[in-house]
């Protein structure tokens, strides 16, 4: 697997997440043993301004970083390349989005400080249209795409939250919210109902996808900064309170949380999206905070007091974003036995 996060310092980092094994063990006879590390794979400055946002398609290996520069650039995950920057964005870029089909990304999107929502063609990275979202004075804060990939949510800055038709090309649905959201994401609940889930100070509210009446309301106690949804029915969130949180969304509650899990802010949660539930990956999840710091952590293990990291990486710097990808093939590519899947135009 594999991990992208932005700083407020212009910078973005990759990571890999590769198991060592421990060759003393097994020349003493005893049974080999195994860990975890964060390896790094890439550092650019990337942008000339803080990098803003994130995103990486779930199982392929190409990520995006929008920035504070108006631009958005992409990254190549298994030849760790920086494939250099789209310039279409007229104002900060404050989320991105990828849209994929199985394994392959059909879609990015990116969302811009001007209300502005852009959507491009995976293939080749060609602008297919731009949609307004919000009046040019509203920035967008938060941004989700349907597993559907026919429509989106946008959260705005002033308190908005509008559903976009991309099949159409058109802002469908526009309302003011109670109070302005800073993040939205589409999710599951256990009994696999479709639902969305919006993060309003500490407050997380969560939404029938059909008619979005709130089914639950959680209180998370401080300012939520970050949520990812799962495959199982939870939604891990993270924020003010320097914890990480799993909620049920099918009873609203909370179903286990990693007590200071970092010294300072949660600014990312990444959940490894795996198909096959008995992956290991399937239980993994990473978290990063506001001073560098990236934790690998092991969801069996929440509950039992405090669990240890399984791996953790610092950056040293004040981090803005994080995002994931759980690409089969990514430890293979850097042992140099594949080749990546997809070939990407050098947009330098």
């Known amino acids: 697997m594999a991990l992208v996060a932005g700083s407020y310092e212009r910078f973005i980092w990759g990571f890999s997440l590769k198991t060592l094994t421990n060759p003393s063990a097994t020349a003493t006879g005893a049974s080999p043993s195994e860990t975890l590390t964060l390896a790094p794979l890439f550092s650019y400055s990337a942008h000339t301004g803080p990098v803003r946002c994130v995103a990486a398609a779930p199982r392929a290996g190409l990520a995006a970083s929008g920035g504070a520069?108006?631009?958005?650039?992409?990254?190549?995950?298994?030849?760790?390349?920086?494939l250099g920057p789209l310039l279409d964005p007229s104002a900060a870029v404050s989320a991105l989005a990828f849209y994929s089909r199985g394994p392959v990304p059909r879609n990015l999107l990116a969302a811009c400080d001007d209300g502005a929502l852009l959507l491009y063609d995976a293939d080749g990275f060609a602008l297919l249209a731009t949609l307004r979202a919000f009046p040019r004075h509203e920035a967008v804060e938060g941004l989700a795409v349907h597993p559907s990939g026919r429509v989106a949510l946008?959260?705005?800055?002033?308190?908005?939250?509008?559903?976009?038709?991309?099949?159409?090309?058109?802002?469908?649905?526009?309302?003011?919210?109670?109070?302005?959201?800073?993040?939205?994401a589409y999710a599951e609940d256990r009994d696999g109902g479709d639902r969305f889930v919006?993060?309003?100070?500490?407050?997380v509210s969560v939404?029938?996808?059909?008619?979005?009446?709130i089914i639950h309301q959680m209180d998370c106690g401080k300012r939520v900064l970050a949520m990812?949804?799962?495959?199982?029915?939870?939604?891990?969130?993270?924020?003010?309170?320097?914890?990480?949180?799993?909620?049920?969304?099918?009873?609203?509650?909370?179903?286990s949380r990693i007590e200071g899990a970092h010294a300072t802010r949660v600014k990312g949660v990444v959940v490894f999206d795996n198909r096959k539930g008995g992956s290991e990956l399937s239980n993994l999840i990473a978290s990063a905070s506001s001073d560098?710091?990236?934790?690998?952590?092991?969801?069996?293990?929440?509950?039992?007091?405090?669990?240890?990291?399984?791996?953790?990486?610092?950056?040293?710097?004040?981090?803005?974003?994080?995002?994931?990808?759980?690409?089969?093939?990514?430890?293979?590519?850097?042992?140099?036995?594949v080749k990546s899947r997809f070939s990407y135009p050098d947009l330098h």
């Not at 946008?154 to 993040?183: D, I, K, Q, Y």
């Open 154 to 184: 946008a959260v705005g800055r002033a308190g908005a939250l509008a559903m976009l038709n991309l099949v159409r090309g058109r802002r469908s649905f526009a309302c003011r919210l109670e109070r302005p959201a800073s993040a939205v």
């Open 207 to 213: 939404h029938d996808s059909v008619d979005a009446r």
């Open 198 to 203: 919006m993060a309003a100070e500490e407050k």
């Open 292 to 337: 560098g710091v990236i934790r690998i952590w092991d969801i069996r293990t929440i509950g039992n007091g405090k669990p240890t990291p399984l791996a953790e990486a610092n950056t040293k710097a004040r981090l803005t974003c994080l995002a994931g990808t759980s690409l089969k093939f990514f430890t293979d590519k850097l042992q140099g036995n």
């Open 228 to 255: 990812a949804p799962a495959k199982n029915g939870v939604l891990y969130t993270g924020g003010e309170d320097r914890c990480v949180t799993a909620w049920d969304l099918s009873s609203g509650k909370v179903s």
């Open 69 to 82: 520069d108006d631009s958005a650039r992409l990254y190549d995950l298994p030849s760790a390349a920086d």
